[in-house]
C-alpha cells in the first residue's frame, strides 16, 4: 500500500494533488492514501478565515473550498491532523474526527483509525505548557486568546492515547516530538535552520507530550511538520524495536514537503483483486473514548488525570477484551466509518475574491456538527463543543446549509400565494408551534397575517435534516442538565501488524524525484545529505505559483 506523506499543506490542496497525479504518472504507481501532518487550512469560506490565527495581511482562500463546495472531489482519500493555522471553528465540530468534505478525514484533538489493516493515529495543535492542563473551553467566535488556545494539546488527549496497547503503525503529530534531533543530522539540521540552537541546547524544541507518546507507544513510523524543513531520524527503543521519524517542509517549489512511503499490508483471501481502501474507527480507541468520557473537562483552570495511588480511582484504561465487546456490540460489529459528511456552512463564492474587505467579515457562530452527534449517542460519550456552550448559556446551532436552504426555498411571498397547494393536499400539524413562528421573525421573515376577509394561506411543514438525527444526549436546557461528572477536573494514567522491522538504511535507499526533491522510495534515515541540482534529462514536474511562499515566510509560532 502505497501512502504520501505531506508535511504542512497550508491550503494548497489543488497543488498536492496536482503533484502526486504527476509522481503516479511517471513512475507508473497508484498512491492509495495521502496523509497531512497539519496546517491544513480547511476554510470553507470567509468567516472560517478570520478564525485562524493568521495575520489578516496574509489571510487566502487557497483551495479547500472546492472540495468542501463539491465543485471537485479529492482523488485520493486524504487524512490530516490539525497544526496551528486551522480554520478552528470547522475542527472543533468535529472533536473525535469527522469528514470536512467527501474523501478528506479528520483525526480529531486526538484520535485512531485503521486503513486496510495499517492502525494511523495522531494528535492534533501544538503543545503550550500554560494550556495543557486546561480543559476545553473555547468555541466561536474567539477573542485574540482563545483563536490560539483552541489549536493547544490537552491533557486528556495525550492520556487518552498512552491507554492505547501498542500497535499503532504510524503515529502522526504536527510538533516534533521533543530531543527528536538527537537520533538525526543535527548538524545539518542547524546549518539549515541555524535559529533552532538555543533551543535545541536547553531541550526545548518540540513538543514534551508526544515525547512521552513516542516512549510509550514506539510506532514504527512517526511523521510531522510544523518546522518547515526536512528532517529524518532512527529512534532506538528497548527490546530491538525502533522507530522512523521523518518531518516534513510545507508546501512550496523546491521544498521537500512529500514522501511516498510502501507498507505491505496483509490481505484477506486468496490473492483476488486488491481491498479498496477504506476508514474504519479502531475498536480499542473506541472504547477508550467512553472509558475516559467521565474525565472530560471545560473549565479554564488546570485539571489533572487520575495517576496511581489515587485511592480506589480507576487509573489506567487500557480496555479489557470484555470493555472492547460491549463498544462492538454498539457498533453493530460493523466499524466501517459512514460516509455521512453533510455541509454545515455556505461555501466559498469566489466572485466575492477582491470585493469584500476581510475586516468587514465577523467570526462565524458554533455549530454542532451530526458526524460528531451521532458518533457519541452512539458511544454514549459527550461534545465537547455542546457542553461548552451549555454551560455558558450559548444556543446549540444544529442546522445545516442543506437545512437553510430549504428554509429558504419554502419561504413563500404573500404576492405567490396562488401558486401554494389547496389546504387538503397538505399534512399540517395539529398545534400552532409559537417556537417555529419566533425562529421565523428572527430570521427577517415577515410572518403572513389573518383577516376577516383575507384567509391565511398554508404553508408546508419544513423537514430540517437535524429533526432527523437521533436525540442528542444533552438535549436539556444548560440550567437542568447535571454536568457535575463531565467536569470532573480531577484526572489518572494505557498486535503490532507484520510490518518489516525498521532497520537503519544508507542514503542510496532514497531516490530523487526531479527538482522538487520528493524521495519516493524508502525513508533516508541516515544522516540527510543536500539533494543535487537536477539532472537536465530528468522529467519535468509541474511547477508551481509562488503566491504564498511570504505567508509563513519566518517559523512558525503560538
Known amino acids: 500500500m502505497k501512502i504520501a506523506i505531506e508535511g504542512c499543506a497550508h491550503g494548497e490542496l489543488e497543488k498536492i494533488y496536482d503533484l502526486i497525479g504527476s509522481i503516479q504518472e511517471e513512475q507508473n504507481i497508484t498512491v492509495d492514501l495521502l496523509i497531512c501532518c497539519g496546517d491544513f487550512q480547511s476554510t470553507r469560506n470567509l468567516q472560517d478565515l478570520q478564525c485562524m490565527a493568521v495575520p489578516q495581511k496574509h489571510l487566502d482562500m487557497c483551495s479547500f473550498y472546492k472540495y468542501y463546495s463539491g465543485e471537485k472531489k479529492a482523488p485520493i482519500l486524504t487524512l490530516f491532523i490539525g497544526g496551528n493555522h486551522e480554520a478552528s471553528n470547522y475542527l472543533q465540530e468535529l472533536p473525535y474526527g469527522g469528514w470536512v468534505a467527501p474523501n478528506i478525514y479528520y483525526l480529531g484533538y486526538a484520535g485512531v483509525v485503521d486503513c486496510n489493516g495499517i492502525r494511523i493515529g495522531g494528535i492534533s495543535g501544538i503543545y503550550k505548557g500554560h494550556d495543557f492542563l486546561k480543559g476545553r473551553f473555547e468555541f466561536p467566535p474567539y477573542d485574540e486568546g482563545s483563536k490560539r488556545s483552541v489549536y493547544h494539546q490537552r ?16 503515529m502522526l503529530s504536527h510538533d516534533w516530538p521533543r530531543g527528536i534531533t538527537r537520533h538525526g543530522n543535527e548538524t545539518q539540521l542547524l546549518r539549515f535552520k541555524p535559529a533552532f540552537r538555543e533551543d535545541i541546547e536547553s531541550n526545548r524544541l518540540g513538543s514534551m507530550p508526544c515525547e512521552e507518546l513516542l516512549r510509550k507507544l514506539q510506532p514504527p513510523y512517526w511523521f510531522a511538520a510544523h518546522l518547515h524543513c526536512k528532517f529524518a531520524a532512527l529512534v532506538e527503543h528497548p527490546g530491538e524495536r525502533c522507530t522512523k521519524f521523518l518531518a516534513l517542509d510545507k508546501c512550496l517549489p523546491k521544498r521537500r514537503f512529500l514522501q511516498i512511503l510502501d507498507i505491505p499490508i496483509v490481505e484477506d483471501g486468496d490473492g483476488g483483486e486488491a481491498k479498496p481502501v477504506q476508514l474504519k474507527y479502531d475498536l480499542e480507541w473506541l472504547t477508550v473514548l ?12 488546570n485539571g489533572y488525570m487520575p495517576g496511581e495511588g489515587g485511592g480506589g480511582e480507576r487509573f489506567n484504561f487500557t480496555p479489557s477484551e470484555e470493555e472492547k465487546a460491549k ?12 460516509d455521512n459528511f453533510v455541509r454545515i456552512a455556505e461555501p466559498y463564492q469566489p466572485n466575492q475574491d477582491g470585493t469584500v474587505d ?12 451530526p458526524q460528531t452527534t451521532a458518533l457519541c449517542d452512539k458511544l454514549n460519550i459527550d461534545d465537547p463543543l455542546r457542553l461548552a456552550m451549555l454551560m455558558t448559556g450559548h444556543k446549540l446551532n444544529t442546522s445545516t446549509y442543506v437545512d437553510r436552504q430549504c428554509d429558504k426555498e ?3 411571498p404573500i404576492k405567490a400565494a396562488a401558486r401554494v397547494p389547496n389546504a387538503d393536499q397538505l399534512e399540517l400539524g395539529d398545534e400552532d408551534d409559537d417556537d417555529e413562528a419566533a425562529v421565523e421573525m428572527e430570521k427577517g421573515i415577515e410572518p403572513l397575517e389573518s383577516s376577516p376577509d383575507k384567509p391565511q394561506t398554508p404553508v408546508q411543514p419544513k423537514l430540517s435534516l437535524s429533526s432527523l438525527l437521533p436525540e442528542p444526549k444533552w438535549r436539556q436546557d444548560a440550567h437542568d442538565s447535571d454536568l457535575s461528572t463531565t467536569l470532573n477536573d480531577s484526572t489518572p494514567n494505557c498486535s503490532l501488524l507484520s510490518l518489516p522491522t525498521p532497520q537503519k538504511t544508507g542514503d542510496n535507499d532514497t531516490s530523487i524525484l526531479s527538482e522538487s526533491a520528493l524521495a519516493v522510495n524508502d525513508l533516508n534515515l541516515s544522516s540527510p545529505v543536500q539533494q543535487q541540482e537536477q539532472q537536465q534529462d530528468n522529467p519535468p514536474v509541474k511547477k508551481f505559483k509562488r503566491r504564498n511562499e511570504t505567508i509563513y515566510a519566518k517559523d512558525d509560532s503560538d
Open 155 to 170: 491533557q486528556i488527549d495525550v492520556f487518552r492515547l498512552k491507554q492505547l496497547s501498542p500497535g499503532v503503525d504510524i
Open 290 to 301: 467512553n472509558l475516559t468520557n467521565h474525565l472530560i473537562s471545560i473549565r479554564t483552570t
Open 327 to 338: 463498544v462492538l456490540e454498539r457498533f453493530g460489529n460493523d466499524l466501517t466509518i459512514p
Open 358 to 369: 476581510m475586516r468587514s467579515i465577523e467570526q462565524p457562530q458554533a455549530y454542532l456538527n
Open 410 to 412: 419554502e419561504e413563500v
